[in-house]
C-alpha cells in the first residue's frame, strides 16, 4: 500500500506566482512528515519537517508546509516562485513504526517560467 | 567537515561484474542508509543501519549486500550486477538513535550513478 502519494509528477508554475506542491498520506498513525528537495545531479537536503507541536511548519527559502490531519495532507507552498527553486521536490513519512526508516514519494518536478 | 561522501560519482558495469560502493560520513551518525532513485519511483531504500554492526533490509535488498564497517562508513557491494540494477544510488546518514523521539534529519550525500550493461 503506498504510503505517501504525491500528486503531479511536474508543476509548472510563472516565476512570482505561488507554488503548491500536493502531498497525501495514508496511514492510521498521523506520520512524521517531511519535505525534501534535490537539485540537478546533486542529493536530497531537508526543506522541512513536522513531528509535533505546530501543524504550519517553515522550513528554508521561504517554503511552508501545513499538516491537515483529517486531509492527511502535508502540502508544500512558497508565496512566491523563484528561477531558483527549479528542482525536484519529495516528500516523505515515516510511519511511527518504531524504527527511523522513511517512505519516500515519487517526486514532483517543479518548473519555473521566467 | 565534508558531509556524506560517496565514491565512484560514475560507473559502467558489464552484466555479472560485481562493484562495492562506497560512503563515509564525518558527522558521528549512528544510522545509515542505502536508497536508489529511478525515474518515477522516488526513492527506496535498499538496506540501513540502526548503528554500527546491525544491518537491515528495506523495500529493495535482493541482489545487494551491505557491510557496515565501523560507524563512518557504509558499503553496498553488487555481486552480480543486472541491467535493472541501472540507477543513481544514495547513502545517508542521520544523527539519532530511535528512542521514541522523533527521526532525525536525514543527510544525503552526491550519489553515484551506475549503468549495468
Known amino acids: 500500500a503506498q504510503s505517501v502519494t504525491q500528486l503531479g509528477s511536474h508543476v509548472s508554475v510563472s516565476e512570482g506566482a505561488l507554488v503548491l506542491l500536493r502531498c497525501n498520506y495514508s496511514?492510521?498513525?498521523?506520520?512524521?512528515l517531511f519535505w525534501y528537495v534535490q537539485y540537478p545531479n546533486q542529493g536530497l537536503q531537508l526543506l522541512l519537517k513536522?513531528?509535533?507541536?505546530?501543524?504550519l511548519v517553515k522550513g528554508i527559502n521561504g517554503f511552508e508546509a501545513e499538516f491537515k490531519k483529517s486531509e492527511t495532507s502535508f502540502h508544500l507552498t512558497k508565496p512566491s516562485a523563484h528561477m531558483s527553486d527549479a528542482a525536484e521536490y519529495f516528500c516523505a513519512v515515516n510511519l511511527r513504526s518504531g524504527n527511523e526508516k522513511l517512505t519516500f514519494g515519487t517526486g514532483t518536478r517543479l518548473t519555473i517560467i521566467p | 567537515n565534508a558531509g556524506v561522501t560517496q565514491t565512484p560519482k560514475f560507473q559502467v558495469l558489464k552484466t555479472g561484474q560485481s562493484m562495492t560502493l562506497q560512503c563515509a560520513q564525518d558527522m558521528n551518525h549512528n544510522s545509515m542508509y542505502w536508497y536508489r532513485q529511478d525515474p518515477g519511483m522516488g526513492l527506496r531504500l535498499i538496506y540501513y543501519?540502526?548503528?554500527?554492526?546491525?544491518?537491515d533490509k528495506g523495500e529493495v535488498p535482493n541482489g545487494y549486500n551491505v557491510s557496515r564497517l565501523n560507524k563512518r562508513e557504509f558499503s553496498l557491494r553488487l555481486e552480480s550486477a543486472a541491467p535493472s540494477q541501472t540507477s543513481v544510488y544514495f547513502c545517508?546518514?542521520?544523527?539519532?538513535?530511535?528512542?521514541?523521539?522523533?527521526?532525525?534529519?536525514?543527510?544525503f550525500g552526491p550519489g553515484t550513478r551506475l549503468t549495468v550493461l
Open positions: 513536522y513531528t509535533t507541536g505546530a501543524t
Open positions: 496511514s492510521s498513525v498521523p506520520p512524521y
Open positions: 545517508a546518514s542521520s544523527g539519532v538513535v530511535w528512542r521514541l523521539v522523533s527521526p532525525d534529519t536525514q543527510y
Open positions: 543501519s540502526a548503528s554500527e554492526g546491525t544491518t
